[in-house]
């Protein structure tokens, strides 16, 4: 059985990293079965298949920001 992924990818923002396996990890923004858009940094196979995720909301991000530019720079 396929299973189907019902997402929009909105923006890529880019490539962040890749793994041994040429999985590539994007920082993307995506809206999920009709939703909200989310920010994400998202695995996709070789092939160009979305896989593993951890979402963020705009907030979130703006958050993330905030903690990289006073903790990291």
């Known amino acids: 059985m396929e299973k189907k ?3 929009k990818i909105i923006e890529d923002y880019g490539v962040v990293g890749e ?3 040429g999985n590539v990890k994007h920082f ?3 809206e999920w079965f009709g939703k ?3 920010y994400e940094v ?3 196979a070789p092939d160009g298949t979305p896989k593993r995720r951890v979402g ?3 907030e979130e991000v703006e958050r993330l ?3 990289l530019n006073e903790e990291l720079i």
């Open 5 to 7: 992924v019902n997402v």
């Open 36 to 38: 909200a858009p989310v």
């Open 42 to 44: 998202r695995t996709f």
């Open 28 to 30: 993307i923004k995506a």
């Open 65 to 67: 920001k905030v903690i």
């Open 19 to 21: 793994d041994q396996k």
């Open 56 to 58: 963020l909301t705009r």
